[in-house]
């Protein structure tokens, strides 16, 4: 059987490596999905990489991974400081949920202070750039050992 790790992303993610580079940076998602590929299989683990700009889309890969992966890494994007769907769906999961973001959002706008993932996440990783994704991969692998 199996053991995936769930990455999802939020809306606008499609556009790293354009948007705001001073920010985000210049990698794209789909380098992102590359190097989070190695690690997951360097591990041993297959992985399910989503991206979205569709609240209730994300809601529905949240319940996918509840039915077949062992761990959600998630960056949701803005969602993050809106979404309730996203919290409720985090909130019925039955395995580790970890957080992400590429930059710090407590340094930002006040509108990014508030997390609605972080209350249903095991733990959070910002503000690392690109490498939080990998940060987020070596916490989630941990846990599942
Ligand atoms: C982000 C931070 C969010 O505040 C923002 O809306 C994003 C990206 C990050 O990865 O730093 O779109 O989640």
Same mark, same amino acid.
């Given at each position: 059987?199996?053991k995936t790790?769930?990455?999802? &992303?939020g809306p &606008?993610?499609?556009?790293l490596g354009?948007? =705001?580079? =001073?920010?985000? $940076?210049?990698t794209?998602?789909?380098d992102i999905?590359v190097?989070c590929?190695g690690?997951?299989?360097?591990? $041993? ?5 989503h991206?979205?700009? %569709? =609240? $209730? =889309?994300i809601?529905?890969q %949240?319940q996918?991974?509840?039915r077949? $992966? ?9 969602y993050?400081?809106?979404? !309730?769907a996203?919290y409720? /769906?985090l909130?019925?999961?039955?395995i580790?949920v970890i957080e !992400?973001h590429i930059s710090?959002p407590a340094?930002r706008?006040?509108?990014r202070?508030? +997390?609605?993932? /972080?209350?249903?996440a095991t733990? +959070?990783?910002s503000g690392?750039?690109?490498n939080?994704y990998?940060?987020? %991969?070596d916490?989630a %692998?941990?846990i599942?050992?």
């Amino acid at each position: 059987m199996p053991k995936t790790i769930y990455i999802l &992303n939020g809306p &606008n993610l499609n556009l790293l490596g354009q948007r =705001e580079p =001073e920010i985000y $940076g210049t990698t794209t998602l789909a380098d992102i999905e590359v190097a989070c590929a190695g690690k997951c299989t360097t591990a $041993g683990y297959d992985m399910s990489f989503h991206q979205s700009n %569709i =609240e $209730g =889309e994300i809601v529905e890969q %949240i319940q996918e991974a509840g039915r077949k $992966g062992v761990a959600v890494i998630i960056n949701a994007a803005a969602y993050t400081h809106t979404s !309730v769907a996203i919290y409720d /769906a985090l909130k019925t999961l039955n395995i580790p949920v970890i957080e !992400v973001h590429i930059s710090q959002p407590a340094s930002r706008e006040s509108f990014r202070q508030q +997390s609605f993932i /972080a209350p249903v996440a095991t733990g +959070s990783i910002s503000g690392f750039g690109t490498n939080s994704y990998l940060l987020a %991969i070596d916490a989630a %692998i941990d846990i599942l050992k």
